[in-house]
């Protein structure tokens, strides 16, 4: 298929995505100002931005995102049960299609659940019915970006369009002929700092590890020696997206302190912090670990006679390398996600409340839109490498 047309089809995808969050559920008729914002509504990320209170984006990715960490965490933990019922790539997919229509099912409940028996049209049947359709329009969006292969994961894609609908709506909601002149040398401050962090978001996707092997050649005595890069941010932006996933409902909704934004409820007590970093670092440390099997790696160095140092013996010391490696890079990730989470937090706490959902001054959302960029734009170039040679 023509560059073209994959592009064309990609942006017919993002239209209808980005039409689903001004579709209301058509199944309640709900009064104006009577639902309150959820745990989730500050997660922009997840959802975006829309002007109803229930619409076809209302779950959104959320039965996606978990499921997928369902399915990691059985990787990680209960690899009995992942080879059984996703050792395959066929079986995998059938696992994890129905691992996110038993969440959407649940997640439907929910939100059926805090309704008022007076908003339903028909029976909450009918809405339960409804919310669950709106993963099958996903999941058809899903099969429809898959094939053209101008992103590695549609989710991706669509968490970063979260962010800019995000943003777009917060900036579109501002009075701007009411704002002062020091909230407008606020304002640019803020985005100065958003561009910072989007520079050192492209930064830190460089960022390389490096481990020296060596391999005997026939009979030489002389080893050939190889270094080898080892990118640190492997596992890209999914530890933070699902420690903050776990992390900020939760906290949110038992928080004495109702605050209307994540970093407001971070900074509000002190041992939610350190809970959050440790999460993702755990996280992080996990996927990590999964794409760096240590024991295959060891195994495979002695087959193909690839050693440390010299002898057999050294395959233990690559073994002890790797699990270091793994620790390192993990720790070097939770801080570079540290950091932007307390950078939105401090930004939520210090300024003034036109601009504390920004949701460009650090932040998830700044990991989420520099991540899905980048994907969008090396499926590009790959594509266009492809044409080249055909």
Known sequence: ??????????????????????????????????????????????????????????????????????????????????????????????????????????????????????????????????????????????????????????????????????????????????????????????????????????????????????????????????????KVMRVGMMPVIYAGFVFYPIMMMISSWKGATTGQVLLSTWYYAPILVGLVYILTKALLSLHTPVDNIVQFSRQEAVYMVGGDAEHEKLKSTLERMVKRHALTATCWFSLVLFAEAVWQVIAPDTFTKLGFVGGIGIVILVGASRDVAKHYLKLKEEVRYV
């Open 1 to 230: 298929m023509p560059m073209g047309q994959r592009y064309a089809l990609l942006l017919i995808a993002v239209a209808f995505y980005y039409l689903q969050a001004f579709i209301p559920i058509m199944s309640v008729d709900v009064p104006d100002g009577a639902v309150k914002a959820s745990a989730l509504s500050a997660l922009s990320w997840l959802s975006g931005y829309s002007p109803h209170p229930y619409h076809y984006l209302t779950i959104g990715l959320m039965p996606f995102i978990f499921s997928g960490l369902f399915m990691q965490l059985m990787q990680w933990q209960l690899k009995p049960i992942h080879d059984r019922f996703a050792g395959d790539p066929i079986s995998s997919e059938r696992t994890k299609r129905v691992l996110t229509y038993l969440f959407a099912s649940g997640a439907a409940a929910f939100q059926v659940s805090q309704m008022e028996s007076g908003w339903f049209s028909y029976h909450p049947l009918v809405t339960w019915a409804e919310f669950v359709l709106t993963v099958y329009c996903l999941e058809t969006l899903f099969d429809m970006i898959k094939p053209l292969k101008v992103v590695g994961n549609p989710i991706t894609l669509f968490l970063g369009l979260n962010v800019l609908g995000g943003i777009a709506g917060q900036l579109t909601g501002i009075e701007w002929s009411g704002i002062s002149q020091v909230e407008m040398l606020i304002f640019a401050g803020g985005v100065v700092i958003g561009l910072l962090f989007v520079v050192l978001a492209i930064r830190v996707e460089r960022w390389r590890g490096m481990l020296a092997f060596a391999k005997a050649v026939n009979t030489t005595s002389s080893p050939m020696a190889h270094v080898v890069p080892v």
